[in-house]
């Protein structure tokens, strides 16, 4: 079974500029969340959404973090303007509807912004 | 909020050695406690999810507990070798807008010496 796919690994780019980050859960997982880790820290939650749907986003720095997840599958998170304390890991996650699953990371994006 | 506490924050012990590490939280509300493994470089892996109705999980040389009403949970790693070597997380689950969001612990890095 194939794992969540996340891409790119790694993104160095300055402050002000845009990335965007790429996710493919595990296939039939209706659950799929963005986590944050910063170095040293655990991860935290930014977005999570159920299908299509929205869950909770109320972490997301919404003035410079965006999200989406057409067709309930595949999610983009989006920085734009990225600031020096966006630099983390960003770690893309699935499960399986039901609450109290097991969740399943991916390996992560490193984004380093100078 | 729910806040998540990991100790020690690092822990070196020789090979064949018995460990126990520590993880506390705040709300004893939970859904349930998940261990997670981290290394260098990589995604989580889940190692062992404990239901909140349950007071114990066993995989092979690894055994989680739970108290939920002192809001605690220990790992217990039987003969530790040197491939157990990584990061530690630990995460609780609490039910928010019917979703499963995770709160980590900051983690414990573990060092077992050959």
């Known amino acids: 079974e194939a794992g969540v796919a996340q891409s790119p690994r790694y993104k160095i780019i300055e402050k002000r500029q845009s990335v965007a980050f790429w996710c493919n859960p595990i296939s039939g997982h209706a659950t799929l969340y963005w986590y944050q880790q910063i170095l040293g820290q655990g991860p935290k939650l930014l977005i999570q959404?159920?299908?299509?749907?929205?869950?909770?986003d109320s972490q997301l720095p919404k003035d410079r973090f965006s999200a989406e997840r057409l067709k309930g599958v595949d999610s983009t998170l989006k920085i734009q303007p990225a600031k020096l304390e966006d630099s983390a890991v960003y770690l893309c996650?699935?499960?399986?509807?039901?609450?109290?699953?097991?969740?399943?990371f991916g390996e992560g994006s490193w984004l380093t912004v100078v | 909020k729910q806040e998540v506490t990991q100790i020690p924050a690092a822990l070196s012990v020789p090979e064949g050695e018995n460990l126990v590490l520590n993880c506390s939280f705040t709300d004893s509300a939970i859904y349930n406690l998940q261990w997670f493994r981290q290394d260098p470089g990589k995604g989580l892996t889940s190692l062992l999810l404990?239901?909140?109705?349950?007071r114990e999980q066993t995989s092979g040389r690894l055994n989680a507990s739970l108290d939920k009403s002192s809001g605690r949970s220990t790992l217990y790693i039987a003969a530790s070798q040197p491939g157990d070597s990584a990061t530690y997380l630990c995460?609780?689950?609490?039910?928010?807008?019917?979703?499963?969001?995770?709160?980590f612990g900051t983690g414990t890095r573990l060092t077992v010496i050959p």
């Open positions: 995460a609780v689950s609490v039910l928010g807008t019917g979703a499963n969001n995770l709160f």
């Open positions: 404990i239901q909140s109705s349950q």
């Open positions: 959404f159920q299908n299509n749907g929205v869950v909770d």
């Open positions: 996650a699935s499960s399986p509807s039901r609450a109290g699953n097991t969740i399943y």
